[in-house]
């Protein structure tokens, strides 16, 4: 049942902090799910970049540009 509501709600990009949220279960059984079904193929689990990927340059310009004129 948990792993459908998965499935449903990975229509869109999300953590895993958020499917947690979402689905009202905590943060350690929603990791453990998400894992076996990424094992099972039926999720594909996007990590984040690495402290040694070169950050967008332009796109932290942008949002300190942003922070700024608020």
Avoid: K
Avoid at 33 to 48: I, K, N, Q, S
Wanted: proline share 3%; aromatic share 2%; net charge negative.
């Amino acid at each position: 049942m948990e792993q459908r509501a998965i499935a449903a709600l990975c229509h869109d990009l999300l953590s895993i902090a958020e499917i947690s949220a979402r689905l009202h279960l905590p943060l350690g059984v929603i990791r453990v799910l998400v894992g076996d079904m990424a094992e099972e193929r039926l999720v594909v689990v996007y990590r984040p970049a690495q402290a040694g990927d070169r950050l967008d340059l332009t796109l932290l310009e942008r949002v300190l540009y942003g922070l700024r004129t608020i």
